[in-house]
Every structure is written in C-alpha cells, then in structure tokens.
C-alpha cells in the first residue's frame, strides 16, 4: 500500500525566504511528526500532532517553524526566514496510535525532503 | 552531553562478518529502544524493537539492551552487502517521541 510520502524531495531556498514542506502520511494513522536531521545533530523532533492538535517540542525549534493538518493525513511543515543553519533533510513520520506499548507505535517515515539554504 | 551518543563509523566490514553496532544513553527513564535501518536518499524504517531490558532475535537480527549500563546494541549476523545502511539506535520514556542516535554507517563489503 501508499506509505508516507513528501514533496518536493529537494528544495533549494534564498536565505530570508519562506518554504512549505508537505506530508502526505498513512490514512488512518493519527500521529503525524517531523523531523530534522544533519550529519551533525542526528534526528530531531520539531513537532508533532495528534488528530488536528499541534504540539511543538519544547525548547526546539525556534518560532519561525511550525506546521499545519489541513486534512488528517496532511501535513505542511512551514519554515519563515530561512537560514543557512536551516539545511538539513526534514522528514515526516506517522504512526497509527499516540502511545507505545500497545503495537501501534511503529513510525513510518516518509523518504525526506533535502532542503538547501543558499 | 547527548542524551543518547552513537559512534557515526563508518564501519566497514567483509561479507558474512558478524556486526555489532552500540548505543550508550543516559536517561534512567528511557524503557523503549528501537533500531531503524535507513538506505540513501530513504526514510528511517524500523527494524527491532525492545521494551526495557533483555534480547530479542529477529532472523539475523538480535538486539540486546542492558539497563543497568546504560547499552544497548544491535547484532547482525552473516552480513551482506544489501545491509549497507546507516542505522540509527532510538528510545523512549514513554512519551511517543524517541529520542535518536546520530546513526552508524555500516558498509558491508562482497
């Protein structure tokens, strides 16, 4: 079946542009993540929702990111003001539930976005 | 600190090679550890997951967590090429947002 899937899969910015990532996740999954990850830092979480409530993770990443679910396996991950730090892969994940232990933990990611900040 | 330190490598070993990739942590709450394979230019898939200490054996694969030091490993047995990846150890507290290693490139040489 479709996984996760996202576009564009790269992007290359002006630093001080605005970008739009989209995700388009499993159907049925109700918890939708996005990550950030670079050679240096690993994967990070910028922020994840359950069903249409978007919770940010604390202390990261700074205002200028945030995301919007305009459909329940839609996501559009926003990035304002963009900066040279700012390149990295960004990837979208799902999972069916919001809790581990109860088998529906499992996240799907989808294959990435390579965004370039010039 | 990192909460959760993985060696980048690469490691490069020959063909049929017992591998052993490790994580260290240092959060006592983490009770959830995963290990995710991810291919070039590919999303992160999972690959083993274990809840709190002890082995699980998936065909080639065992992961082995060991709670009292803090380790956790990933053990693939009779290599192959096609397991050339980076893998990436992961856990949680129990909230549903792991935690992740930097990611171990593993090359797996014929």
């Known amino acids: 079946g479709a996984g996760v899937s996202q576009s564009p899969r790269y992007k290359v910015a002006k630093r001080g542009r605005d970008v739009a990532l989209r995700c388009d996740s499993i159907s049925g999954h109700v918890t939708l993540y996005w990550y950030r990850q670079t050679l240096g830092q690993g994967s990070e979480v910028l922020t994840y929702?359950?069903?249409?409530?978007?919770r940010d993770k604390s202390g990261r990443p700074s205002g200028r990111f945030s995301a919007e679910r305009p459909e329940r396996s839609v996501s559009t991950l926003k990035i304002q003001r963009t900066e040279q730090g700012d390149s990295a892969v960004y990837l979208c994940?799902?999972?069916?539930?919001?809790?581990w232990g109860g088998g529906d933990y499992e996240q799907y990611f989808g294959p990435g976005t390579r965004l370039t900040v010039t | 600190q990192k909460e959760v330190e993985q060696d980048p490598g690469p490691l490069s070993v020959p063909e049929g090679a017992i591998v052993s990739l490790n994580c260290t942590y240092s959060n006592s709450a983490f009770q959830y550890f995963m290990w995710y394979r991810q291919y070039s230019r590919k999303g992160p898939e999972l690959l083993m997951y274990t809840y709190s200490s002890g082995n699980k054996e998936d065909g080639r694969f065992t992961a082995q967590v060991d709670k009292s030091s803090k380790y956790i490993s990933l053990f693939i047995r009779d290599s192959q090429p096609s397991d050339s990846a980076t893998y990436l150890c992961a856990m949680s507290g129990g909230s549903y947002i792991p935690t992740f290693g930097r990611g171990t490139s593993l090359i797996v040489h014929p």
């Open positions: 994940a799902s999972s069916l539930g919001a809790s």
């Open positions: 929702s359950q069903s249409d409530a978007q």
